[in-house]
């Protein structure tokens, strides 16, 4: 096997992961930010922190997935750019060949992928409510006065759980404001909360579709025990949680970008300096048709290095012809 | 008397129809308005059909019934002219047409140019009907050249209102993006209507919108033409295709066809849009790839 490594970066809405991974498949190192709204400045501390121990190294490949991945593919000189979906799927197969039901709950968006005989085969993805994802228990906790580590520890010592109404995170607050004015515990209205969230989801992203044992559950709020326990005593069955739940999407792509090096050869990575250049981001309505598309042109140290946004294809062109 | 066509959907007309229309509307009602007001200072007048059913025992969706009242609505003190259909005779028929527009023509005449349209649209539903998009046909009948299709590719079926499928504004470009991938793409009007009036016979009772029918069947049909997916694409806010699609993801679901459902909404999520379809097409193509492995 080729001596080197495999770079996965997954950029979502909530946090930055970057694998740095082993031909073969094992992760040798993880970081995992949160994005704080700057998905240029947290990858490039991503890279920061990876890069004393791996500069000398050879980088095979980069894939990058997440909601950023169009960006940070440009910025970072990726070979393959996936969506999320597709990268968690992967991952998934990696860590447990033998599943059938990934469960992935991100800070912004939520999945439920469905795997027969090691190819995924359906999946779902909740539309643009964030009900029944991270985001809604980090707004639930910091109204609880809670940190979102300990939320999940609080819910298991729940013995009954209150019933919380899920089906919008406005109601839902409503709801907990009143049970805690009937005066429930603190944990069982953490517990209710869990329940909450577990029902949401399993009423909006995964309607319809028949979740089927061995049942993986990643993402970052797999770190929320409570929400674990939720889905075992919804579903009936018992919920893993992989060893790198939290950078599952990274990983995929790192996996991705392995298995398509035959097709790329040699990587377009643009090496770990790319953390101290000027990266440069601005939008602009063109102008040219009534379509009006929002237009964004990413330059590196004043080199203009990608555009996209239009529908034209216009500024694409453009972009070509500067990094070709 | 010259006609005047609105030009392709954008963003600036997407938001005027938004504007100007009911909350309940639906996002296809909202861009014909918005197609209307930008010939508002172009025209002298607007004629809308007003359309009910086109065949005898189903019926066209009840916002197009409406519609040249929610034009009038929108474009205010323009006149507006109605074709619509009276007793005992079909909209295509001579006595159905506007008395605005016959002034001035013979009887025969407008017969003639009723036969001329009717002859038109044949035969650009027969190009439809060869695998040609809307556009692509219009290209023939205006003397252009069909463009060259590969035949053995790997197919993907799109269905939805012909509305959805054909303005790559309102679907984000889903039909070019799906033929980046490699795709031929087969939609409702590849197939004869009588083709799909056969597929309808499996119901226990007939479904009551034509468009609704039109995509029922195509979906039967696409399964039997073994493609390798489905994308159905439908509007927000869409009554009848709450109905289609419950009954067309049942249906692929006991086949095992994978199959995607889409809903356009005019906050034009295109992120969201895309990495679903780009999922969807990682989804078919490895699955092609390992099981023949």
């Known amino acids: 096997m080729e001596d080197g490594v495999y770079l996965g970066v997954d950029v979502g809405s909530v946090s930055t992961n970057l694998v740095v991974m082993e031909p073969g498949g094992r992760i040798s190192k993880k970081v995992y930010l949160r994005t704080e709204g700057n998905p240029i400045a947290s990858v490039q501390k991503a890279f920061r922190e990876v890069a004393p121990e791996f500069a000398g190294v050879k980088v095979l490949g980069v894939g990058v997935t997440g909601s950023g991945r169009q960006l940070i593919g440009a910025i970072t000189g990726a070979d393959v750019i996936k969506n999320e979906i597709t990268a968690q799927g992967v991952a998934a197969l990696q860590a447990y060949p033998e599943v059938r039901t990934v469960l992935e709950i991100g800070g912004q968006d939520s999945k439920i992928i469905l795997i027969e005989n090691g190819v995924a085969v359906d999946f779902g993805m909740n539309t643009v409510c964030a009900a029944g994802t991270g985001s809604f228990l980090d707004q639930q906790a910091h109204r609880l006065n809670l940190s979102i580590a300990e939320f999940g520890q609080i819910a298991l010592r729940s013995k009954n759980p209150v019933r919380i109404a899920g089906r919008c995170s406005v109601f839902a607050e409503s709801d907990m404001i009143h049970k805690q004015q009937m005066g429930h515990s603190l944990e069982d209205i953490v517990a209710g909360l869990c329940a909450a969230l577990v029902r949401n989801y399993l009423n909006n992203v995964a309607k319809g579709k028949e979740i089927r044992p061995p049942v993986l559950f990643q993402g970052g709020v797999a770190a929320n025990a409570g929400i674990k326990r939720a889905f075992e005593q919804e579903l009936g069955h018992q919920v893993m949680v992989p060893e790198y739940y939290d950078t599952m999407g990274a990983w995929g792509c790192a996996l991705l970008a392995q298995e398509e090096r035959a097709a790329y050869g040699k990587s377009r990575f643009r090496g770990f300096q790319l953390t101290e250049e000027e990266i440069r981001v601005s939008g602009f309505e063109c102008v040219d048709c009534p379509n009006r598309c929002e237009v964004v042109e990413v330059k590196i140290d004043q080199r203009p290095l990608a555009g996209w946004g239009d529908r034209c294809g216009k500024w694409q062109r453009i972009n070509a012809e500067a990094t070709g | ?293």
């Not at chain 2, 034009?268 to 989804?283: H, K, N, P, Q, Y």
Request: net charge positive; with cysteine; charged share 20%.
């Open chain 2, 1 to 293: 008397m010259t006609p005047v066509i609105s030009g392709p959907t954008g963003k600036e007309l997407l938001n005027a129809g938004v504007k100007t229309s009911v909350d309940e509307a639906c996002l296809p009602v909202k861009v014909f308005l918005g197609h209307c007001l930008t010939l508002r200072n172009r025209c002298d007048c607007f004629l809308v059909p007003r359309l009910v059913n086109i065949n005898r025992k189903d019926y066209i969706c009840p916002k197009f019934m409406g519609l040249p009242e929610m034009t009038k609505q929108a474009v205010g003190k323009q006149p507006l002219v109605i074709w619509k259909s009276e007793k005992n005779c079909a909209l295509g028929s001579p006595q159905a047409v506007p008395a605005a527009l016959r002034q001035g023509f013979s009887a025969r005449r407008i017969k003639k140019g009723l036969q001329k349209a009717e002859a038109a649209f044949h035969t650009y539903h027969r190009l439809l009907q060869q695998g040609l998009f809307p556009a692509e046909a219009e290209q023939v009948l205006g003397g252009g050249a069909p463009p060259a299709r590969e035949k053995n590719g790997r197919r993907i079926g799109l269905i939805g209102h012909p509305y959805c499928l054909y303005d790559p504004f309102l679907n984000l470009g889903t039909v070019n993006l799906l033929h980046r991938y490699g795709f031929a793409v087969l939609t409702p009007e590849y197939f004869p209507p009588r083709q799909i009036e056969d597929e309808l016979q499996i119901l226990a009772k007939p479904l009551f919108w034509t468009m609704s029918q039109r995509i029922f069947g195509a979906f039967r049909l696409l399964c039997k033409e073994k493609v390798d997916g489905i994308v159905y694409l439908s509007a927000f806010a869409c009554g009848p295709e709450a109905l289609t699609g419950e009954l067309v993801k049942r249906e692929a679901k006991a086949l095992g066809l994978p199959l995607l459902h889409l809903v356009l909404d005019e906050h034009s999520g295109e992120a969201g849009l895309v990495t679903r379809i780009e999922a969807f097409i990682d989804l078919l193509q490895r699955k092609r790839r390992f099981s023949c492995v």
